[in-house]
């Protein structure tokens, strides 16, 4: 390949957004109970598309799942369409108040949430308690 055309290829690429940026499940009825059943530990993004906070969170979220791939070992992601589910059983079960409400579950336990919080610091801490009670699990 010529000099050029490989610069040329790399300058490119770096614009395009990774193709290897890990995604959430996008909830089904029933798809949290069957992954808690599983003896997993699991993240739940309760989101609505024009939420500003939602939005915010998710990059939170994602920018910190593409730095530390132990995030995705060992958490499973769902995120919760609001606008679908907000008077869903999902979301009134777990007494959820609004969109933009993160929390991580395992077995029966509410492991912690964080309601319309967007610091990054939180979000890890929120997602560093899953890791560290799904590790105690193995």
């Excluded at 939180?122 to 560093?128: R, Y």
Aim: aromatic share 6%; hydrophobic share 40%; proline share 3%.
């Amino acid at each position: 390949m010529k000099r050029r055309t490989f610069i040329s290829l790399i300058a490119g690429l770096a614009l395009v957004p990774s193709l290897a940026t890990a995604t959430s499940l996008e909830y089904e009825p029933g798809l949290i109970k069957k992954a808690l059943a599983e003896g997993k530990t699991v993240f739940v993004d309760y989101a609505a598309s024009w939420c500003s906070t939602c939005k915010r969170q998710e990059r939170l979220i994602q920018q910190l799942r593409d730095r530390n791939p132990i995030y995705d070992q060992h958490l499973t992601f769902v995120r919760v369409d609001w606008d679908v589910y907000g008077d869903h059983e999902v979301t009134e079960s777990r007494n959820i108040p609004r969109r933009s409400t993160l929390l991580v579950l395992n077995g029966q336990e509410e492991l912690g949430r964080i309601v319309a919080g967007t610091n990054i610091k939180e979000i890890q801490a929120l997602m560093d308690v899953g890791v560290a009670k799904a590790q105690s699990m193995r």
